[in-house]
């Protein structure tokens, strides 16, 4: 197994990758568990720690075609956000209002605080 060059820890229990700015700058992003998409038989995982989707390839990328880097409004008023994979809560909108038919894990990102019809905002 390889070993990390600045813990010495075995490279996949290591988190010094995750403190690295150089490695992904997640600031932007919105933070949510790891979850699960499914769509018929296929599913991904959005991983929390690589910040990015693993699993069904084509389901994959008709997400990430969606997926193209800008700052959104999504939800109105005012809800935004960068359009990149590794946001959780972009990846869970384009599953859900774009491809539509896909189905979540419990614990995919919850909207339903921003999306009650009898509330103003």
């Known amino acids: 197994m390889r070993v ?12 010094c990758v995750l ?3 150089s490695w992904i700058d997640s600031t932007k992003f919105t933070n949510n568990p790891s979850f699960w998409i499914y769509r018929g038989n296929q599913k991904a995982e959005w991983d929390r720690v690589g ?5 069904d390839q084509e389901l994959i990328d008709d997400i990430k075609k969606h997926l193209h ?3 959104v409004e999504v939800l109105k008023p005012g809800f935004c956000l960068w359009m990149d994979f590794r946001d959780p809560n972009a ?10 038919g ?3 894990s419990d614990s995919a ?11 103003i905002y």
Request: glycine fraction near 4%.
């Open 19 to 21: 403190e690295d700015p």
């Open 4 to 15: 990390c060059e600045r813990c010495r820890d075995v490279v996949i229990y290591c988190s």
């Open 102 to 104: 896909c189905t979540f």
């Open 91 to 100: 990846v869970y909108f384009v599953a859900r209002d774009i491809l539509k």
């Open 109 to 119: 990102p919850d909207w339903s605080e921003m999306e009650d019809p009898n509330t």
């Open 51 to 55: 910040r990015n989707l693993f699993g």
């Open 69 to 71: 880097g800008e700052y």
